[in-house]
């Protein structure tokens, strides 16, 4: 019998970790009440179900890859390096101060906030550029779900001025 030798089986992980979420958009897009947001002939399933398919379609041929003997090649440099703490804590922390503050303060503001947070700690140091991308981030997202989606945001502080 012909054994299939795995050297990294951390990389079935990733497969596991696909293939979960996939079922787990899946089983959740399935069981969500489509007539509440229904707002035309392509309804709020279609995009879950889309993810979901590619999702499990990386899954396949990711584990078809590493079953023929395929494997993650470190990148120039990677090797020994160690992670960027700093930037990881920093982006999480922005994520959930937004989490934390979107329903008080509304999305504009805590979005711009989250996407300043995270420009900042990716390096850049050109104050007033970021604080114009990200305010006009934020704005622009919030008419797109708004408008083009029919989802509403909180508007928080900004209430009647949006």
Not at 40 to 67: E, H, K, N, R, W
Not at 87 to 102: F, P
Not at 121 to 145: K, P
Request: hydrophobic letters at 55%; charged letters at 15%.
């Amino acid at each position: 019998m012909n054994r299939i030798h795995v050297k990294r089986r951390s990389e079935f992980i990733v497969v596991a970790l696909l293939a979960g979420f996939a079922g787990l958009l899946f089983w959740d897009t399935i069981n969500a009440p489509a007539d509440v947001m229904q707002r035309g002939p392509v309804g709020p399933q279609t995009m879950p179900f889309v993810v979901a398919s590619l999702l499990l379609l990386c899954a396949v041929i990711l584990a078809v890859d590493l079953l023929r003997g395929g494997q993650g090649k470190p990148e120039e440099g990677e090797a020994g390096e160690r992670s960027d703490w700093k930037t990881c804590g920093i982006i999480a922390a922005a994520v959930l101060l937004t989490a934390a503050v979107m329903e008080s303060v509304g999305w504009v503001v805590a979005g711009g906030v989250m996407f300043y947070l995270c420009v900042y700690a990716f390096g850049s140091r050109h104050y007033i550029r970021d604080f114009v991308v990200s305010a006009g981030m934020a704005v622009g997202s919030f008419y797109l779900f708004f408008s083009g989606l029919g989802i509403p945001l909180p508007a928080g502080l900004l209430q009647g001025v949006l």
